[in-house]
């Protein structure tokens, strides 16, 4: 072999055929020669061909130099051959796992943790390229496709993934079977999605924006030029940039340059921002001065008045509070066993609201999608995903939505996080049996229009009603917000 040129050495798969029965037969005569089990351990030989027959073709896509760094593929590769496909199914997520963060540190760490601690502030103190393993592989994949470098439709197939492996794979006990044709669907939905994924065009300009801001004096008669071709963004991504130039401005490392350049560029990406992106920054700065952060509460009132928005800052640190215990209550969500977690959080969530239960505004956005999630569940488990200890919470907090918070209901349907659930039999059943709950609670005829196109979404298309004209016409008439 030449320096420095790589060659794989292929095989046919009517070569490996025979191989595997004979790894097959030895591994069962050893299990029996020990005295352990041999039925239901590993799975048919047939499966694991079809897989085997296909796999050379699949991985082509991988530049070789790369394939030879695959240490997950290969333990994928052994693992199917002796017939553990469930173990197997655990080394592709882990292989999937380390490709994005390598994806994420390549395109702008920074950039990531600040969408992440959006996510859960439990992120707000890492800085590093280590600190990435920090971040959960649910919060990794939504921070992926805030960001850009994953579609709505492939955060779903990913998030499928991801559930197979939580209740498929070796990860958990579990009895759960898995074919061959599934194991080269997620296989390929893995490769294609991020193990080879590269960052589109639109997020290298936002990548070279970023860098600009930090370490270039950007002429003052630019800011309106950059203003206006940023705002073409998707509305997501021009909430996570404000609130990320936001965090910028108010950490004490920022040089003047650097937030000469926010205070001119960001007046333009304020007033494209959603009402709940404003709210919440303007709730940072009861929340600086509630833990005495004088620096950043300065810094803070500074950045509302460059972009007009003092009528926006709260005094107080309640919607900070609540929206930190919104984020515990999440997370819990998220994790394992959250039928079991999720009822400490609900109730310090419960005790942290005022006596006339007035909700602050710039709480209300997270408020409804996570009191939403949490009793709608994920259909996981003999409970099928619902915390029971905690669900009276749920259904109390549900009652009280106002006007206001129903309609953010209605709106979460356009968000891949929340409606990822909903292709499941149970959260299916859930979401229609809350919109039922709602529609009692309001005689706004275009709400209840909106609800109804929830509630009567044939067999278990409910998470994909966003997409229909009927339901995007119905939007445009809801009550603002």
């Given at each position: ?9 292929t095989?046919?798969?009517t ?5 595997i ?7 069962e ?17 047939s ?24 240490h997950y593929?290969?333990?994928?590769t ?9 173990g ?7 292989e999937t ?30 800085s ?6 920090q ?11 805030r ?5 709505d439709?492939?955060?779903?197939r990913l ?5 197979m492996?939580?209740?498929a ?20 939905v893995?490769l ?20 600009n ?8 008669d ?24 936001f ?11 650097t937030?000469q ?11 494209a921002?959603t ?11 009861g ?6 952060e004088?620096q950043?509460?300065d ?9 007009d928005g ?12 609540i929206i930190?215990?919104l984020?515990n ?17 609900a ?11 007035a ?23 003999y ?5 029971e200890s ?22 979460l ?5 929340f ?26 005829a ?34 603002a917000?």
């Amino acid at each position: 072999m030449s320096e420095g040129k790589r060659e794989l050495v292929t095989v046919g798969s009517t070569e490996l055929s025979q191989p595997i029965d004979d790894l097959h037969q030895q591994l069962e005569g050893y299990l029996t020669h020990v005295g352990l089990p041999i039925d239901n351990v590993v799975v048919p030989i047939s499966e694991r061909k079809k897989v085997i027959a296909s796999l050379e073709e699949s991985l082509s896509i991988i530049p070789v130099d790369d394939r030879i760094k695959s240490h997950y593929l290969s333990k994928y590769t052994v693992a199917i051959s002796v017939g553990l496909f469930d173990g197997a199914l655990n080394y592709l997520w882990d292989e999937t796992v380390r490709a994005f963060r390598r994806l994420i540190i390549a395109f702008d760490l920074q950039y990531f943790y600040s969408i992440a601690e959006k996510i859960s502030s439990r992120y707000k103190s890492l800085s590093k390229e280590e600190d990435i393993d920090q971040v959960s592989e649910h919060d990794l994949l939504e921070a992926c496709r805030r960001i850009g470098l994953l579609s709505d439709v492939n955060y779903q197939r990913l998030e499928h993934v991801n559930y197979m492996r939580n209740h498929a794979s070796a990860a958990h006990p579990n009895d759960n079977d898995i074919d061959g044709h599934e194991m080269l669907g997620w296989l390929s939905v893995c490769l294609r999605h991020a193990i080879t994924a590269k960052p589109d065009h639109s997020l290298i300009a936002v990548k070279q924006l970023l860098t600009n801001i930090r370490t270039t004096v950007i002429p003052a008669d630019d800011y309106s030029v950059i203003g206006a071709d940023f705002i073409k963004q998707p509305i997501e991504r021009i909430d996570d940039f404000l609130w990320t130039v936001f965090g910028l401005y108010t950490t004490n490392k920022t040089t003047s340059d650097t937030k000469q350049n926010i205070a001119g560029i960001a007046p333009f990406i304020w007033n494209a921002a959603t009402e709940d992106r404003k709210y919440e920054i303007g709730a940072k700065f009861g929340a600086f001065r509630k833990n005495a952060e004088v620096q950043r509460k300065d810094a803070c009132q500074e950045f509302l008045q460059h972009v007009d928005g003092l009528n926006y800052k709260d005094e107080d640190s309640l919607a900070g509070e609540i929206i930190e215990k919104l984020e515990n209550l999440n997370r819990a969500h998220f994790g394992s066993n959250n039928f079991y977690n999720e009822y400490p959080h609900a109730k310090a969530l419960d005790d942290s609201l005022p006596p006339n239960g007035a909700l602050p505004r710039a709480s209300r956005s997270m408020w409804v999608k996570v009191i939403s999630v949490c009793f709608i569940g994920n259909g996981h488990g003999y409970r099928e995903g619902v915390d029971e200890s905690a669900l009276p919470y749920y259904e109390k907090h549900i009652n009280n939505f106002t006007e206001a918070e129903i309609v953010e209901f209605i709106r979460l349907f356009g968000d891949p996080e929340f409606t990822s659930p909903l292709a499941r039999t149970k959260p299916s059943s859930r979401v229609r049996q809350q919109a039922n709950i709602l529609k009692a609670k309001t005689s706004n005829a275009h709400i209840i229009n909106s609800l109804d196109l929830i509630i009567n979404a044939p067999g278990l298309s409910v998470h994909k009603v966003h997409g229909t004209s009927a339901f995007k016409n119905s939007l445009e008439y809801l009550p603002a917000n």
